[in-house]
């Protein structure tokens, strides 16, 4: 099946500071979503982006899905940003979503 | 919309004991998935279903589970018996799908097995 490697594993920031978080995939995807986990467990969608650049707010996304990548950007962190950002992507052959271990994130007051 | 709507939220069972999740999907959405989250295998899904239909159930862990879906609006996954290593959280999530879209999921039930 399809490989999802994201990095970094673990990341702490400084309130106020701007990140990077990496997604590659290992084949061709019809979906690729990057989620949200708070810190009460609740998954949260933040993109749907197979292919392009979506921005809200403070978080945006790139996916270039010929290079099999997708990058989540946040700017001005917040404390509220914590928690853990999975990215998980849909083969073209499925409908199944596979998961990457996703990047716990830490922002410090 | 009320979202995926997920009950128990939380369980505590004794080893042996059969435990039932349930799901309400959204309203209108024809795919249902079931993912189990722990922290040494991440969100695995166990088993979708296409308009009521399992389509996939190769995550299933072993015939101890079972997941049925009698009507559009209502999924369970069931585990008999139960075991220490099922704790887990359980995720259930659903979607409109043409050709991928975007999946939403419950916020989960939290099992425990002792």
């Known amino acids: 099946g399809i490989q999802v490697e994201q990095s970094p594993p673990d990341l702490i920031l400084q309130e106020g500071a701007n990140s990077t978080l990496r997604c590659n995939f290992s084949d061709s995807v019809n979906n690729l979503q990057w989620f949200h986990q708070n810190p009460w467990g609740q998954l949260i969608n933040l993109f749907y982006i197979p292919s392009g650049t979506k921005q809200n707010g403070r978080l945006s996304a790139t996916t270039v899905a010929t290079e099999r990548y997708s990058l989540l950007y946040i700017s001005s962190s917040q404390t509220t940003d914590s928690g853990v950002y999975f990215c998980a992507v849909e083969e073209t052959s499925g409908s199944r979503l596979t998961f990457g271990e996703g990047t716990q994130l830490t922002v410090n007051p | 919309d009320a979202g995926v709507i997920q009950s128990p939220r939380h369980e505590v069972t004794e080893m042996g004991q059969e435990v039932t999740l349930r799901c309400k999907p959204i309203?209108?959405?024809?795919?249902l998935f079931w993912y189990r989250q722990t922290m040494m295998r991440g969100l695995e899904l166990l088993i979708y279903f296409n308009n009521n239909v399992p389509i996939d159930d190769s995550g299933m862990p072993e015939d101890r589970f079972s997941a049925k879906m009698p009507n559009a609006s209502f999924s369970t996954l069931k585990i008999q018996p139960s075991e220490p290593r099922d704790s887990a959280v359980y995720f259930c999530?659903?979607?409109?799908?043409?050709?991928?879209?975007?999946?939403?999921f419950g916020e989960g039930s939290w099992l425990t097995v002792v």
């Open positions: 309203s209108g959405h024809d795919y």
């Open positions: 999530a659903s979607s409109l799908r043409h050709a991928g879209n975007t999946i939403y």
